[in-house]
């Protein structure tokens, strides 16, 4: 990993939006090496032999533990602690191809690899992880995560799980109900929150064979049915001291910090069901013959599946682009002296911004393919027996796991300026040079010539945008004018310009590597591919950036920043029908 990718100049989280990057410095998923190769396609046979077992509830236990078997479980866990410790990268392409075709087992691999198990490797003592990550990463114990109750949901911190210290001191009776528990009904292992003495939010480790613990009758849910989901209730359930994870009254890191990686690997889990969603969407648009043709003739049809492609392989260009930042940051630490665990740890919550940002965005682009899967099957679509039907109910709780996806939209721009409070990015420099920049004629400004060289030009007018509104917004906060906390649809829509910056940006400099690399990428489907996405792209961000400044500015600022929205919003028009047909084409011929 370290040999093939610079640094990228975006590290810090969130620096993407005021620093550039070179396509070197990024990683891209065609840098995969051939250990990586026999990794995704190891996961990827076991999981198509597997597939129908994974859709059932009796199987989960046994598919886990085949699973443990293969090393799949420790992918992420060194090699001290019964894991492979394999690189950010390697454990990604694992998960894309849990998410392609897992189904309801793809719930039940991530609660466990992800929440059920980081909160010890990253908050746990060396005995805690010498006796639980083994056994963890085998299959031997499953892993559940108890965080949600009936009154607190997003409000997290709110929980009224109690742990009051037992008259000796050696244990905590735990005491309160946990809702929508994933793995609950063969869990070995319960991450469990609770409020030490009616107070102090702590996590403990809790060994299910415990007296006091019952469980709730499966949750029917919408979808992913085959996944364990029940109540968890505890009624005075002794817990040794010892088995406290991390520090009294801290349970927020660790709720927090384990859900950076989890929103990660969900977002990541989500591209991949995307591909194999465009992948079933083209081929029965191959397949499907109507008026003596195949329904992949018609614009119509070829327009869904090039916007279903383009979308995921921008998606995915963000995701590995992700996933070669962390491992990079890690790698810095462990440099520095940081163990392993700690820098698995700082460099996740380094990268909560960019996490959280995959997560919206790889759960909204599953949405897309999927709603536009079944639309392409028609009224098989609307059947069982096609898997348009599984794929599309399945797909919905990506937008509500590891937080509903305003809450994340929310947490993107509010960590934002939590970074800029604290110094750790200067948002201030780069909001005040658009200002100025304003009070410029076009004519007075730099021009650049070249190959994607209005990409970048606009790239770099889609950031101007986002920091015009993110510059005025902070200012009005510190002049008391506006209270974003209490203004969630200005959060919101400042997000969805970040996210599509991210994206957008994601995806060009993945093209011009492939093109470095003599991939195939800079050939014109790519280039069709990319002036479609950024097409896209400039209109939402001006649409969200006119959004915003409506919702809190007035007068003559108003009109000169809406002004502004109209210069920055530069990307020139295209014949987008022949963009997406182009695409469509290639498709539809590889199939």
Aim: proline share 3%; charged share 25%.
């Amino acid at each position: 990993m370290e040999t093939l990718v610079a640094k990228d100049q975006s590290m810090a989280g969130g620096g993407f939006l005021i620093k550039k990057t070179a396509p070197e410095q990024v990683y891209v998923p065609e840098q995969i090496d051939e250990e990586q190769t026999m990794i995704r396609d190891m996961t990827r046979d076991f999981v198509l032999a597997k597939k129908e077992a994974m859709q059932q509830l009796d199987q989960q236990p046994t598919l886990m533990e085949e699973a443990g078997s293969l090393g799949l479980l420790g992918a992420q866990i060194p090699e001290g602690f019964g894991g492979m410790g394999l690189d950010v990268p390697t454990n990604t392409y694992i998960s894309e191809e849990i998410g392609a075709h897992a189904g309801s087992f793809g719930t039940t691999f991530a609660a466990h690899t992800g929440i059920g198990m980081l909160p010890i490797l990253y908050f746990g003592t060396e005995k805690q992880k010498e006796h639980y990550l083994p056994r963890m990463s085998s299959g031997e114990w499953k892993g559940a995560y108890c965080l949600t109750e009936p009154s607190s949901g997003s409000d997290a911190l709110s929980a009224k799980t109690r742990a009051d210290l037992s008259a000796d001191g050696k244990s905590y009776l735990v005491s309160g109900q946990k809702m929508w528990i994933s793995n609950a009904g063969f869990a070995d292992i319960f991450i469990v929150f609770a409020q030490v003495e009616g107070t102090q939010f702590t996590g403990l480790i809790v060994e299910a064979d415990r007296a006091g613990i019952s469980l709730g009758a499966e949750e029917k849910k919408l979808g992913i049915k085959g996944s364990s989901t029940r109540q968890v209730f505890f009624e005075k359930v002794e817990v040794p001291v010892e088995n406290v994870l991390g520090e009294i009254g801290r349970g927020h890191l660790i709720a927090f910090n384990s859900l950076n990686t989890g929103r990660f690997k969900l977002g990541n889990m989500c591209m991949g069901g995307a591909k194999s969603g465009s992948t079933t969407s083209i081929q029965y648009a191959n397949e499907r013959v109507q008026f003596k043709q195949p329904i992949s003739s018609f614009g119509a049809i070829q327009a869904k599946l090039a916007e279903q492609a383009i979308r995921t392989y921008a998606v995915e260009s963000m995701v590995y682009r992700v996933a070669g930042m962390i491992e990079h940051h890690k790698n810095e630490l462990i440099q520095t002296g940081l163990d392993v665990s700690q820098a698995k740890l700082k460099a996740a919550e380094e990268m909560a911004i960019e996490s959280t940002i995959v997560k919206v965005a790889g759960s909204e682009v599953l949405d897309y393919v999927v709603d536009e899967m079944v639309q392409i099957h028609g009224g098989y679509g609307f059947s069982e027996e096609y898997p348009a039907a599984r794929a599309y109910r399945d797909q919905r709780i990506g937008r509500i796991y590891e937080g509903t996806n305003e809450i994340n939209r929310m947490l993107i721009v509010n960590m934002l300026f939590k970074r800029v409070m604290k110094g750790k990015i200067d948002l201030v420099g780069p909001a005040w040079a658009v200002q100025k920049e304003l009070a410029q004629t076009p004519e007075q400004l730099e021009h650049t010539s070249g190959r994607f060289s209005q990409e970048h030009a606009s790239l770099a007018d889609f950031k101007k945008m986002a920091l015009m509104v993110l510059g005025v917004a902070a200012k009005q906060q510190m002049d008391g004018k506006l209270d974003l906390k209490k203004e969630q649809e200005i959060l919101m829509a400042t997000a969805d310009m970040l996210i599509e910056i991210m994206t957008a940006e994601s995806t060009l400099l993945r093209i011009q590597k492939c093109e470095a690399l003599k991939q195939p990428a800079a050939d014109e489907v790519y280039q069709a591919l990319l002036q479609s996405l950024f097409y896209e792209a400039n209109a939402q961000i001006a649409k969200s950036a006119v959004d915003a400044l409506g919702s809190f500015v007035e007068g003559d600022l108003l009109s000169t920043l809406l002004g502004g929205v109209r210069r920055f919003a530069s990307y020139p028009v295209i014949n987008q029908k022949e963009k997406r047909r182009t695409v469509a084409a290639h498709l539809i011929k590889e199939n």
